[in-house]
């Protein structure tokens, strides 16, 4: 019984498509959270939807459009896909906002750009 | 300058010894802060968070905050090799809307 999980694992696609990445949490959690990993392991936050309102959207180009359909899911959708985002795309939740609330990660998505 | 720093390593220590991670944050408005550790090609788990001054102990880890030095610090006694992993300082800001920012982490390497 995963708290967080993302699919896919492990995305590899061509420049120019358009991918989605999933991710659900099961533990009751309010909210939500996408980062990205770089290559050199800098983890930046792209987005935060506490039930299902989008409360954090960092500088992040437009080709990037998060969806929550409930407040146990959170979607990502890249349109137009380029070189620079290959990175890992680590989906997280916590309790409420973060404040002190522990945020639990889900296991990645390997995202590679050819 | 960055808003959460640390040396990214990698920091070797001996089997037994104590580690010592730290982390500098440039934001005094700062109120929370976490270290999580993440083995390779793994996701971040958290293992300490602290939010007031001085130390918080959790088993052989302990988590020091000084706000006036803007430092957080992290020591690992009786270092593993199983502690082999990147630890990564994070902070909340409340001027941000809660928003947690890392720093690129520091990887400790644990020599048996």
């Known amino acids: 019984d995963t708290a967080v999980s993302q699919t896919p694992k492990y995305l590899v696609t061509q420049m120019g498509n358009d991918k989605s990445i999933k991710c659900e949490q099961n533990l009751g959690h309010d909210t939500m959270y996408w980062y990205k990993q770089d290559s050199k392991k800098f983890l930046k936050i792209m987005f935060s939807?506490?039930?299902?309102?989008?409360?954090i959207n960092e500088t992040v180009p437009n080709r990037f459009s998060p969806k929550s359909p409930d407040k146990a899911h959170l979607n990502l959708h890249i349109n137009s896909l380029e070189l620079g985002d290959s990175a890992v795309y680590f989906c997280a939740s916590s309790q409420h906002t973060a404040g002190e609330e522990t945020q639990y990660f889900g296991p990645g998505t390997r995202l590679l750009v050819l | 300058q960055k808003e959460v720093e640390q040396n990214s390593g990698p920091l070797s220590v001996p089997e037994g010894a104590i580690a010592s991670l730290n982390c500098t944050y440039s934001d005094r408005v700062s109120q929370s802060f976490f270290w999580y550790r993440q083995y390779s090609g793994k996701s971040p788990e958290l293992i300490m968070s602290?939010?007031?001054?001085g130390d918080k102990e959790d088993g052989r880890f302990t988590a020091q905050l000084n706000k006036a030095s803007q430092y957080v610090s992290l020591l690992i006694r009786d270092s593993q090799p199983s502690d082999s992993a990147t630890y990564l300082c994070?902070?909340?800001?409340?001027?941000?809307?809660?928003?947690?920012?890392f720093g690129t982490g520091t990887r400790l390497a644990v020599r048996p």
């Open positions: 939807y506490n039930n299902k309102e989008l409360i």
């Open positions: 602290i939010y007031s001054n």
């Open positions: 994070a902070v909340i800001r409340k001027s941000s809307g809660d928003k947690l920012t």
